[in-house]
């Protein structure tokens, strides 16, 4: 048995010389790179005493793109989007369409009351409030030193 040692920071396999740098050069294009980058948008999750906050990044849409829907324990909000450009009379060496569509689903704590989520889209940021229930609510209160 030959045991051979991986160096992840050589880039050419001494095995297949110039077979990385093919798909390095490929997949390194502006084309993909940039598709690939923005195909998920980012997203914040944070909790407060009483509700829990996502707010998800997404510039450029409208509050008509996005699709938000709960099953079970399940919070899925998707959005596809396609712009065609097309103009008559002229010859096209190249024509490009928009198209972009994404999906993220997030498993929501037990303690989630999924009947009063709210939801809202302003400057860019898709914000969803989802309040706890009533017994999950932490409750603070002072103890009295005797």
């Not at 906050?53 to 099953?71: N, T």
Request: hydrophobic share 35%; aromatic share 8%; charged share 30%.
């Amino acid at each position: 048995m030959t045991l051979v040692k991986f160096n992840p920071e050589k880039k050419n396999s001494s095995l297949l010389p110039g077979f990385n740098d093919i798909f390095e050069s490929v997949l390194g294009d502006t084309f993909f790179t940039d598709r690939r980058l923005s195909s998920v948008p980012a997203v914040n999750i944070s909790e407060s005493a009483d509700h829990y906050h996502i707010e998800l990044a997404a510039p450029g849409l409208k509050k008509d793109d996005f699709r938000v829907s709960v099953e079970r324990d399940m919070l899925t909000i998707s959005t596809e989007t396609k712009n065609e450009n097309l103009s008559e009379g002229r010859t096209y060496n190249r024509k490009e369409y928009s198209y972009s569509a994404f999906t993220r689903s997030f498993t929501l704590p037990e303690s989630a009351d999924v009947e009063k989520i709210s939801a809202s889209y302003n400057d860019g940021i898709l914000k969803l409030e989802l309040p706890k229930k009533e017994e999950a609510r932490a409750v603070a209160r002072q103890i009295e030193i005797q």
